[in-house]
């Protein structure tokens, strides 16, 4: 790691090099977060009105989380890099270890670049539901990975994850407390478990993003929850989607969901315009904010929501991605990509 402004931009999206707000005049990178280098810790700053009420609501002290003596995560052991054949098309950030950042511009498409984005779509869709068939007691992340990075080539696309800033893995596997970026490893899911697993398909020139969070065996009422409410974010901030819309109704739709049943929402991670690259403007938030912008027909972007049933605080992991919830408190996430049609949002990656 570079030093702290490395890992604050990190910190800044799902999958997202974050030079957007290293440069922009919005959100001076310094005004947003507290950094503690020591512990690889992020906090955003918040306005006074709102950091007193979340503070209050969501960062509670570790002895009033319940984990139900599940015990924290630990890293397993990463397997080397998954071949690619080299007749698949791959992203231009691939062989490189620096994140390309955040592409200028919104992704917007005429009627070949729509049709070639519900491909992708499709594809990373079926991927998502195969690889949540896998999950049960017993089953490496690993495992996924490599079930996930087989159907993706063989069906003539490339993992995009893979090789992205470094990312050693095809897919993303957060497990419990695991916010978003986990890497696939040797640890076993175990029964009561829950895992977001994050799907980013690169076919014909188009990348293709989606997640959900699937639960390993029997699964306490609290996490079930948890899984619920998220999904119901998400889809809260998809109906509300439709050319002209300002973006910073999605985080409001959002925020105002998780606080009516008392769930965090993850600041430090956005959701992020995606076609031709994998990751361009707009910036989504998912919180309240004062973001200018608005939506534009045949626009694609994703919108990722991570709630906590604790701290929404992150810490990273000295993998320099794995990032988990200060107090060990559960995550959850769901992930679509849409497109702006005159009629609202098309969820591009659905089966």
Known sequence: MAGSLSLQSRLVSSFIGGDRFLHSTQHPLHHLFRFSPGRKHVRMQ???????????????????????????????????????????????????????????????????????????????????????????PGMKTDEIDEAVHQMIIDNGAYPSPLGYGGFPKSVCTSVNECICHGIPDSRPLEDGDIINIDVTVYLNGYHGDTSATFFCGEVNDEAKKLVQVTKECLDKAISICGPGVEYKKIGRTIQDHADKHKFGVVRQFVGHGVGRVFHADPVILHSRNNDKGHMILNQTFTIEPMLTIGSYNPIMWDDDWTVVTEDGSLSAQFEHTLLISKDGAEILTQC
């Open 46 to 136: 918040l306005p006074k009105n709102l950091s007193g009420l979340t503070n209050l609501l969501f960062n509670r002290n570790l002895d009033q989380v319940s984990t139900n003596e599940r015990k924290r995560l630990r890293p397993g052991k990463v397997s080397p890099p998954r071949p690619v054949p080299s007749h698949i098309q791959r992203p231009p950030y691939v062989n490189s270890r620096k994140p390309p950042g955040i592409a200028s511009g919104p992704e917007v498409h005429d009627e070949d670049g729509i049709e070639c984005m519900r491909a992708s779509g499709r594809l990373a869709a079926q991927v998502l539901e195969y690889a949540g068939t896998l999950v049960k």
